[in-house]
């Protein structure tokens, strides 16, 4: 109940941005006491939101705080249902963990979970993600469409979309995606998504896709072994980034792409992951469980399938595998 007066205060906000609310306007809106407003307006004050207070004009939100709230993401989030409902963790072993239980649970599509660090943070092919303390985003998030199981990997590369542009629109960088969804600046790592199911034999309970992006780490901040491959946002465009603004942006856009995907299928995604993609065109190794294949990316299939063209002519689809780029 609580939580969900802060946020109608929070949209109220969002709504008429850089205005001056009055607490009777806000009392009459969410259907509360004045005293009430002034207690929640309070409690942002202690999340670190900056306000300007003047009698007989109302309340103002001057500047949203630093380290990540729930609040601050939904300031100015224009989603249905994506990011409507966050968990937000200070430290977890992993936001997959956690969404896991969460859709187990039946939580609503569009719930995330979003943690300011993962001490066991999760890769792709059981490799570790490193997730230090307020310098990253890290976060889940549950979906539940209804489409045919082997489809679930164009939500992978959905997403990856949906991050790209998030970065562009927050950052003055623009990245690149290798197949299937490596976000990279300048060759290096600065994003992975590692997407995981719950499903029965012929039908998708839910879809958790996990995002991490490096944010605000400097070379210092990353372990020897990853510093020649890994890199963040700040390294790249010498500024300090605000995560809040990423991750919501991230929200409006993946949302965006959602809808578009249920209303006309796949095309759309594939015509704008291609329009990001590296490694299209160039010769590629592509590591899978089952061996290597070396060729020329031609593109990927109707579902997300990457075509290779080895040096003999033949033409491989690849559904899960490292690539590497020459
Ligand atoms: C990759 O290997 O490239 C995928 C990395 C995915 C990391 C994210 S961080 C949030 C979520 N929680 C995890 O434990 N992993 C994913």
Known sequence: MQSQLRKQLIDAFTNNKDEFLSGQYLADLIGCSRTAVWKHMEELRKEGFELEAIRKKGYRIVKTPENITADEIRFGLKTKFL??????????????????????????????????????????????????????????????????????????LLAAVAVVQAIEEVTTVTPQIKWPNDILINGKKVTGILTELQAEADRINSVIIGIGINVNQQMEDYPEELRTIATSLSIESGKRINRADLIRSAFNRLEHLYELYLEKGFLPIKLLWESYAISIGKMITARTLSGSIRGRALGITEDGVLKIEDTEGIVHQVYSADIELE
């Not at 239980?101 to 609503?108: E, G, H, P, S, V």
């Not at 997730?131 to 469409?145: A, D, E, F, N, Q």
């Open 83 to 156: 990011g409507q409902s966050i968990h937000y963790e200070e430290s977890v072993e992993s936001t997959q963990k956690i969404a896991h239980r969460l859709a187990y649970d039946q939580a609503a599509e569009g719930t995330v979970v979003v943690a300011e660090e993962q001490v066991a943070g999760r890769g792709r092919m059981d490799r570790v993600w490193h997730s230090p303390k307020y310098t990253g985003v890290w976060m889940s998030i549950i979906l539940r469409p209804n489409i045919p199981i082997p489809k679930a990997p164009q939500l992978t």
